[in-house]
């Protein structure tokens, strides 16, 4: 099925002006403009910006190069991880960097997106539990959030894709267009990877159905205890694919405002994607040469944070994971985190989640998200981050556990 987009871009033919103008640069001509407002043409930059502004909506090419360069290569050094997990490598394919959009940020990606792809009221998918984002970007620009359900198995968390594909027909049967599936790889609170077999089954879907695949893969290089099999879906040809990502995570710097989509999918449809992508992105123009100027630095110095990041979270995981098991009065468990660096502990169901984040708060003075803000199925969870330094992390476990334990004692529960 064709991918059908949203009808928010102007979809009027070029004027006159407009296609002799683009004829004349095809064939390499070099124009000017009688009306060219750009003060940085005329020699009147200022001395701390002193660069030409060349107003590329997807980002300055020279800086989509050096980040593809740099995805190529973070490519190449997870195909070597997954030789030795699977005995088998395959080829990496090189990043075109015309398929990337510098942005401030993955959440102005997902407005871009949803503005792209939906009508007001069309609808975009996405998992739970899940971390609110994606239903209040979505309100904010007309589509509606549509959630469809992750389940613990008692050893991971996955997807039943047969259910969300009846999910898709109740959407559609009510006259609702499904435009997205949101997937995060992994997910976050609950840790999740997208399998493999997941994966194949979910393209398949897509694209009978004429979705589109939103992957938020920020989290992605944070493996914890994965399943073998995982993989990114940045660079998935099947099915009109947007990859999220960006430096907030992957530096472990969430000032560092600066995110990234790939397009890719299908070709005819990837050209039409961007080429309407470009009118949102010429529109916002959001990423400055301040960002330009930082960005190669930054991207150099990733692989050493994210691994100071991933050996601190998983240091603390097998801190948590030993607390719980020589404490044989504890009631606490860890349900399996695959990646990311935030965990989710289930404590006993008779103990009311308020209840319990207001004793943290009130006895302890720690502010706690109960299960509940991420639409987990059930009470009786709250989530635990791996970043604190190591005696941190074991006051905050001990803290948590003997909360759980005076509730107990105390018999305070609803």
Not at 115 to 121: E, K
Not at 229 to 240: F, H, N
Not at 288 to 309: C, N, Q, W, Y
Not at 392 to 397: A, G, I, M, P, S
Request: net charge negative.
């Amino acid at each position: 099925m064709t991918y059908q987009f949203s009808h928010r871009i102007d979809e009027s033919p070029l004027n006159p002006i407009a296609r002799e103008t683009a004829r004349l640069k095809a064939q390499g001509e070099q124009l000017t403009a009688l009306n060219d407002s750009n003060p940085t043409h005329f020699g009147l930059a200022p001395r701390i910006l002193p660069e030409e502004y060349t107003a590329d909506p997807r980002g300055k090419r020279s800086a989509r190069e050096e980040l593809a360069r740099f995805l190529e290569a973070r490519m190449r050094r997870e195909q070597a991880e997954s030789a030795e997990a699977l005995d088998a490598v395959e080829p990496v394919d090189p990043v075109d960097p015309d398929s990337l959009y510098l942005l401030s940020s993955t959440s102005q990606a997902y407005a871009w997106l949803f503005m792209l792809l939906c009508n007001p009221g069309d609808v975009v998918m996405g998992p739970k539990p899940g971390y609110p984002l994606i239903e209040s970007i979505a309100g904010l620009t007309s589509a509606r959030a549509v959630p469809y359900t992750l389940f613990y198995d008692g050893f991971s968390w996955a997807i039943d894709v047969e259910h969300l594909n009846g999910l898709i027909d109740e959407q559609e049967s009510a006259g609702r267009k499904v435009k997205a599936l949101v997937l995060i790889n992994p997910n976050n609170p609950t840790g999740s990877y997208v399998k493999s077999e997941e994966r194949r089954s979910l393209v398949d879907l897509c694209r009978e159905h004429g979705i589109a695949i939103i992957a938020d893969e920020v989290f992605f290089d944070y493996a914890l205890d994965p399943l073998p099999g995982r993989a990114r879906l940045a660079g998935e040809k099947s099915v009109l694919t947007f990859a999220l990502d960006g430096l907030s995570k992957a530096l472990a710097a969430p000032h560092a405002k600066v995110g990234w989509i790939q397009v890719s999918g299908p070709w005819e449809e990837v050209v039409e994607a961007q080429r309407r992508l470009d009118v949102i992105a010429d529109d916002f123009l959001p990423f400055s040469d301040f960002h330009i100027r930082a960005l190669g630095p930054m991207l150099r110095e990733v692989p050493e944070r994210t691994d100071k990041v991933r050996e601190r979270a998983r240091r603390n995981l097998a801190i948590l994971k030993g607390m719980l098991a020589a404490d044989p009065s504890s009631t606490l468990d860890v349900l399996r985190a695959e990646g990311g660096w935030n965990v989710l502990v289930k404590f006993p169901s008779s103990i009311d989640e308020n209840r319990l984040s207001t004793v943290l708060l009130d006895r302890f003075h720690k502010v706690s998200q109960p299960g509940y803000f991420f639409d987990m199925p059930a009470n009786g969870y709250t989530t635990l981050s791996l970043l604190p330094q190591v005696e941190v992390f074991r006051r905050n476990v001990a803290i948590l556990m003997e909360a759980v334990a005076d509730l107990l004692d105390e018999g305070e529960w609803e």
